[in-house]
């Protein structure tokens, strides 16, 4: 069993950053893809980025890629998102998933998840 907590959420304004944090409850953390997806209002939950077990390939979705960056640390059992350049239709909970296969961008092939951090970005 893997329990995820999401940190690091808030109010910021358009063009601002923030840094999104997942700390993972699992003896084998690298053993886990991880993912960000998140879900606005009215919307379905979407694919935001994922890592590989080892961090060693990312990837990302087209409306973030160049402006977030995920990165995770083993050691710490922690995987976050930084969030460059941030516009309004960023505005979501963000949600932390864990999978114990490869990466995949489809939220339903993750196992475990977060209860979100919502992100409110104001023009």
């Known amino acids: 069993q893997v329990q995820l907590v999401e940190s690091g959420g808030g109010l910021v304004q358009a063009g601002g950053s923030l840094r999104l944090s997942c700390a993972a409850s699992a003896p084998t953390f690298s053993h886990y893809a991880m993912a960000w997806f998140r879900q606005a209002p009215w919307k379905e939950r979407e694919f935001v980025a994922a890592i590989s077990r080892s961090g060693g390939a990312t990837y990302y979705a087209d409306s973030v890629k160049g402006r977030f960056t995920i990165s995770r640390d083993n050691a710490k059992n922690t995987v976050s998102v930084q969030m460059n350049s941030l516009k309004p239709e960023d505005t979501a909970v963000y949600y932390c998933?864990?999978?114990?296969?490869?990466?995949?961008?489809?939220?339903?092939?993750?196992?475990?998840w977060g209860q979100g951090t919502q992100v409110t970005v104001s023009s």
């Open positions: 998933a864990a999978r114990s296969l490869g990466s995949s961008n489809l939220a339903i092939d993750y196992e475990y």
